[in-house]
């Protein structure tokens, strides 16, 4: 997937502006004008059982799903928050970023030549959650971390989602059409109470 391929249907606000280098360390994280982000969390399918059984191959394996997943980051216009083991958390201006950058993973995640003990490939659960977040600057590493509910939701949704999709909050899709010209399969709600969050969710997934 191109991102700009989408331009004419997408709203302007999705593309982020061309910088000057010496911008960069001044760029502000998403979220930090508006309040509100649009939260990403990956995490690899049996990645413990992988390790055991094929160390070589899996650490070859983390290699690809990494450089994979940080271009894809890099095409969203999205901002890498940390990487907990072989998961991301990632952080989005607008969740039509997020649903872009999952989607591209995903389909750039089955194309990978992945060592033959990993055939047919790594598979990665998905989530993306846009709400209200809280940001805090790490003077010792010069990263910023996001905390709230829109985090625990975020991280709660993508422990049950599918392997493969992207999952995405059902009401927070209809509100929202712009991901339609991806092109992708939706599949039909879900209702499921995530762990530690007080009101029933419902839930769909995205495959490309």
Known sequence: LNLEAYRPYLPDSLFAPKRKKEEEDIIKPPGSDEGCAAIVFTDIKSSTQYWEAHPQEMKIGLEIHNETIRLGIAKASGYEVKTIGDAFMIAFSHLD??????????????????PSALCPGLKVRISAFYGPVSIEHNTITNRYDYFGHTVNKASRMESCGVAGAVTVDADQLADNGHWKVFNCYVTPIKEVELRGIKEKCTLQCLLP
């Open 97 to 114: 970023n997020a649903i872009f950058f999952a989607l591209n993973v995903q389909s750039a995640l089955a194309l990978c030549d992945w």
